[in-house]
């Protein structure tokens, strides 16, 4: 049986304070939508990442009495969130949008039946929603996509195309000037000191790519962090 982690995540956030840091200024509660794939949509649980972030980590913060909405769907992909930008994110007039996508342009790859994106159109879909929310006036948090397996040290099956699209949406932040938030490498770096066992699972997911409660508070606190540093 696995023991018990315990997750020392202000140690782990400091590691990656440069990668994850934004400069952009906002003032007073804002409507921050929450756009990605199935773990986004779980993030509405009581353990999930989103509701930790609506009901317990913005009190007591210069952030409370934001507005937090979840616009997540299951299986979708990054042509998938075009498909839906204006009638999920852009008709609830958000002042910021965090973008969490890119595990099932991977995924899919791989899986009988699905179909992935290929990195050029990942890159280019990308920055076309990204461009489409900021014409808005609306700020942009952008997420680089975390595990499919726990595993160190490359091991999982995927994680060289999952290192590939990481790259992708760092480097379109770095074109569009807009915050990185590299929860590839927060997920590397906290698997690589909490993961002894070199586990596939139960780490930071329930299933390899799912979050468990403590994979739902490492996203939570980093997220956090992030639309602090917008001020």
Same mark, same amino acid.
């Given at each position: 049986?696995?023991?018990?982690?315990?997750?020392?995540?202000?140690?782990?956030?400091?590691?990656?304070?440069?990668?994850?840091?934004?400069?952009?200024?906002?003032?007073?509660?804002?409507?921050?939508?929450?756009?990605?794939?199935?773990?986004?949509?779980?993030?509405?649980?009581?353990?999930?990442?989103?509701?930790?972030?609506?009901?317990?980590?913005?009190?007591?913060?210069?952030?409370?009495?934001?507005?937090?909405?979840?616009?997540?769907?299951?299986?979708?992909?990054?042509?998938?969130?075009?498909?839906?930008?204006?009638?999920?994110?852009?008709?609830?007039?958000?002042?910021?949008?965090?973008?969490?996508?890119?595990?099932?342009?991977?995924?899919?790859?791989?899986?009988?039946?699905?179909?992935?994106?290929?990195?050029?159109?990942? *890159? &280019?879909? +990308?920055?076309?929603?990204?461009?489409?929310?900021? !014409? =808005?006036?609306? #700020?942009?948090?952008?997420?680089?996509?975390?595990?499919?397996?726990?595993?160190?040290?490359?091991?999982?099956?995927?994680?060289?195309?999952?290192?590939?699209?990481?790259?992708?949406?760092?480097?379109?932040?770095?074109?569009? *000037? &807009?915050? +990185?938030?590299?929860?590839?490498?927060?997920?590397? !770096? =906290?698997?690589? #000191?909490?993961?002894?066992?070199?586990?596939?699972?139960?780490?930071?997911?329930?299933?390899?790519?799912?979050?468990?409660?403590?994979?739902?508070?490492?996203?939570?606190?980093?997220?956090?962090?992030?639309?602090?540093?917008?001020?």
């Amino acid at each position: 049986m696995m023991r018990k982690i315990v997750i020392n995540i202000s140690a782990i956030i400091l590691f990656l304070l440069a990668g994850c840091g934004a400069s952009q200024e906002l003032s007073g509660p804002q409507r921050i939508v929450f756009f990605g794939d199935s773990i986004t949509q779980l993030g509405d649980r009581p353990s999930g990442y989103v509701t930790l972030v609506r009901d317990s980590l913005l009190r007591g913060t210069w952030l409370e009495g934001s507005t937090i909405i979840n616009a997540g769907i299951s299986g979708h992909k990054v042509t998938d969130l075009q498909k839906r930008l204006s009638r999920d994110v852009l008709e609830k007039n958000p002042t910021v949008v965090v973008i969490y996508i890119g595990i099932n342009d991977v995924w899919h790859s791989v899986l009988p039946n699905l179909h992935g994106t290929p990195k050029d159109t990942f *890159g &280019i879909v +990308l920055k076309e929603i990204i461009q489409s929310i900021r !014409a =808005t006036k609306a #700020k942009v948090i952008l997420c680089t996509p975390t595990v499919i397996g726990e595993k160190k040290n490359g091991e999982n099956p995927q994680d060289s195309m999952l290192d590939e699209y990481a790259a992708v949406s760092r480097s379109v932040a770095k074109e569009l *000037g &807009i915050p +990185l938030c590299d929860l590839r490498a927060l997920f590397t !770096a =906290t698997e690589e #000191k909490l993961n002894t066992g070199n586990n596939e699972k139960g780490v930071l997911t329930t299933d390899r790519v799912h979050l468990n409660a403590a994979g739902n508070k490492l996203v939570a606190s980093e997220m956090v962090r992030m639309l602090q540093f917008l001020r």
